[in-house]
């Protein structure tokens, strides 16, 4: 079946670097396109940025200065990294397979940036 | 970047009521429109792509209308199950959601 799972600190001091890792299974990378998306506690969620499934990327606007995403077929695996935190970044980060938007989620991982 | 506005945030409803939900989007989505529910703690469910198609597993007292820049997301019948958050997300060009709406029982 169809599964996703983040993974990564749950703690980032502020300017520092976010570095996560999604790992898929049930389903290929080089067949779908995985997303990442954030939600503030209490708010609404952002879509931040997608690996396709040929291997491009695309960035909210909003982001882009500051998000890379890439990944790894070989392991399942696809990464984020965004760069100058603050604590407006504080969320829970969730992975999802795309068809017609996300259709799967992972669990999310919950990200607190703070000193 | 297109944008999402959602109305109304937050609806007070009695079992049994039909309730509905409005996105409109800044430009033409051409019904590539999705609609989400999600309960405390959890991740965003997929309820309807494509402005109507229902996703296996979804109830048919939901159910989703519209075009161009206009939609809709309806429940009928609303069920104690159903007291959640809603989102509309337009995937015609990336990914937009909308603020959500917080469904309430009254």
Redesign the interface.
Known sequence: QVQLKESGPGLVQPSETLSLTCTVSGFSLTSYSV?WVRQPSG?????MG?MWYDGDT?Y???LKSRLSISRDTSKNQVFLKMNSLQTDDTGTY?CTR??????Y????VMVTVSS | DIQMTQSPPSLSASLGDKVTITCQASQNINKYIAWYQQKPGKAPRQLIRYTSTLVSGTPSRFSGSGSGRDYSFSISNVESEDIASYYCLQYDNLNTFGAGTKLELK
């Open positions: 997303s708010k609404g969620p952002e879509w997608r695309a909210n606007s909003a969730y795309d068809r017609a938007g996300p259709d989620w992972g669990q999310g």
